[in-house]
């Protein structure tokens, strides 16, 4: 079994919501009915969320190699889900790393239970970080607290009426930034309708725009973006790479199980293709677990390309084992939004077009 693989989180997830997940998972990818403003309460209602969380803050103890485990395994039924599952995880990983201690203690319980729902709002900071864009909110100054002017184009996990989003504020009047959690209910901060995606549409995903935001210390995460920023991106995409990882599973699973007496000529690219994934999972946990992330970003967006890249031929090794079949409804539906979710991956930000311009840049300074 893989490193990432922890059986405990694997087998829960398979026990308690792959009988759930895996009739729904369609409704979820189509954002039709209920199940999407349902998903959030019930993987906290599972203890989901409190994978690495330590047991002394709510959490069933581990580390963060766990929560990429539960992720991937709800990415393996639906990768709404687990994109959802991301969001919330990674907005909890953010309170784990906040010096802001009444922060963390006011929201932790509930993010954790799945009565709130926490929004990453960091992937325009994490590409700032990374030189490619400029922070999109700014704040000034005003009677001991900020007001805040922006816009966050595109955030995932934004339950209407009801969620917590991170976003890096950069200073009107000084260099440098900080981090900041918004409440919904926040006067100015205005949520857009669901965006209008091909696909995922029940991760309750629109954009934010921020008018007048006014905001205290008590919100603030940490005061020095440039330096807590590099501290939990390892968490930040590490977590995300579950989803990837989950996906590729799922789609050489499918693959193996459709093998027939024409597509035998597969298992040897199926089992190369299991051994290269097992290979990269086993790097990024040992790189979480260590902590070189933070000083070698470039190595984790190298292992974010590489598994995005090994769930794409994973999903077309499913495709020439279903031959046909795939491409007939019912019997292909599942295929399709498996195609669709890995199609999904490249984007998920920074994208992997950002992660090699800034793996280039990387390059191109070690050069020089």
Known sequence: ?????????????????????????????????????????????????????????????????????????????????????????????????????????RLLPDLLAGRLAGATGLSNAMKFLSGLEELQVVAARDSGGFRLQGRLPWVTNLRPGNFQVAAAVAHADLPGAFVAALPHDAPGLTRSPDLGLMAMRGSATAALRIDDVRIGPEHVLHWEAARWLPQVRPAFLGLQCAMSIGLARRTLDEAKAQAGAARHVLRDSIADLEGHLAARESALADGVR???????????????????????????????????????????????????????????????????????????????
């Open 290 to 368: 260590r902590g070189v992330f933070q000083a070698t970003a470039a190595a984790l967006f190298e292992i974010r390309i590489a598994l995005a890249d090994i769930a794409a031929e994973a999903a077309g090794l499913e495709l020439q084992a279903s031959g046909g079949r795939a491409y007939l409804s019912p019997q292909g539906d599942h295929f399709a939004r498996r195609w669709r979710e890995v199609a999904f991956l490249p984007l998920v930000t920074p994208s992997l077009v950002q992660l090699k311009a800034a793996l280039a840049a990387h390059q191109q300074a070690q050069a020089a």
């Open 1 to 105: 079994m893989p490193v990432v693989a922890h059986a405990a989180a694997t087998a829960a997830v398979q026990d308690h919501h792959a009988a759930w997940l895996d009739p729904i998972a369609d409704r979820l990818d189509e954002g039709y009915g209920a199940d999407a403003a349902d998903l959030v309460p019930r993987l906290g209602a599972a203890d989901l969320f409190r994978a690495g969380v330590p047991v002394a803050l709510g959490g069933t103890g581990g580390d963060v190699t766990d929560a990429i485990a539960a992720i991937a395994a709800v990415s393996a039924r639906s990768l709404t889900a687990g994109f959802v599952f991301w969001g919330q995880r990674t907005f909890i990983e953010y309170l784990l790393q906040t010096p802001n201690t009444a922060l963390r203690e």
